[in-house]
T-cell receptor
Framework: AQKITQTQPGMFVQEKEAVTLDCTYD???????LFWYKQPSSGEMIFLIY??????QNATEGRYSLNFQKARKSANLVISASQLGDSAMYFC???????????FGTGTKLQVIP | EAGVTQFPSHSVIEKGQTVTLRCDPI?????LYWYRRVMGKEIKFLLH????????ESGMPNNRFLAERTGGTYSTLKVQPAELEDSGVYFC???????????FGSGTRLTVV
């Protein structure tokens, strides 16, 4: 079975500082993909970043980077230079092998403080 | 291009009533997914359509839930009769190819009282 664990229900970060949101995963499938989504208060789910299990380098998208540690089964999201607009729920998710359904974590609520 | 559209954005109904949620995927996206987030819990998969066919409906909680995608375009999710534990946010997502990342809609917040 696939499982995503996000152990931080809520976090605060000072504006302009970097923050790391933790995510660990569990799967026996050697082929998988890891995603991070942002859900602002408006409700929509916004795709942020993707990491494939066979990717050699950590994924980066602008201020977002994914710290992928395969042996530890962790896929932490790093947001650099936090902005007030980064305040939102953040979900880590995984899709394995040929399965199209995605398993989500419980989310981390990030609040950026001015 | 227009994104994934869900309607209504909010719905409040009484226990025992029927509610129908609608999702319009991005035009040309054959893959359509329904997910649900019950308050404080993780987002859970409900089902996956490929065009008009149900590819995987293993996440549907019980037979009070009925999803359709007639003609392979928009999809509806009907809850009949609704129970208190059905309250949550129902998300729809679509993708062009099965291996693509999803584009999510804004969700429908369902409250059963």
């Amino acid at each position: 079975a696939q499982k995503i664990t996000q152990t931080q229900p809520g976090m605060f970060v000072q504006e302009k500082e970097a923050v790391t949101l933790d995510c660990t995963y569990d799967t026996s499938d050697p082929s998988y993909g890891l995603f991070w989504y942002k859900q602002p208060s408006s409700g929509e789910m916004i795709f942020l970043i993707y990491q494939g299990s066979y990717d050699q380098q950590n994924a980066t998208e602008g201020r977002y980077s994914l710290n992928f540690q395969k042996a530890r089964k962790s896929a932490n999201l790093v947001i650099s230079a936090s902005q007030l607009g980064d305040s939102a729920m953040y979900f880590c998710a995984m899709r394995t092998g040929g399965y199209q359904k995605v398993t989500f974590g419980t989310g981390t609520k990030l609040q950026v403080i001015p | 291009e227009a994104g994934v559209t869900q309607f209504p954005s909010h719905s409040v109904i009484e226990k025992g009533q029927t509610v129908t949620l609608r999702c319009d995927p991005i035009s040309g996206h054959d893959n359509l997914y329904w997910y649900r987030r019950v308050m404080g819990k993780e987002i859970k998969f409900l089902l996956h359509f490929v065009k008009e066919s149900k590819q995987d409906e293993s996440g549907m909680p019980n037979n009070r839930f009925l999803a359709e995608r007639t003609g392979g375009t928009y999809s509806t999710l009907k809850v009949q009769p609704a129970e208190l534990e059905d309250s949550g946010v129902y998300f729809c997502a679509s993708s062009h190819l099965a291996g693509d990342g999803y584009t999510f809609g804004s969700g429908t917040r369902l409250t059963v009282v």
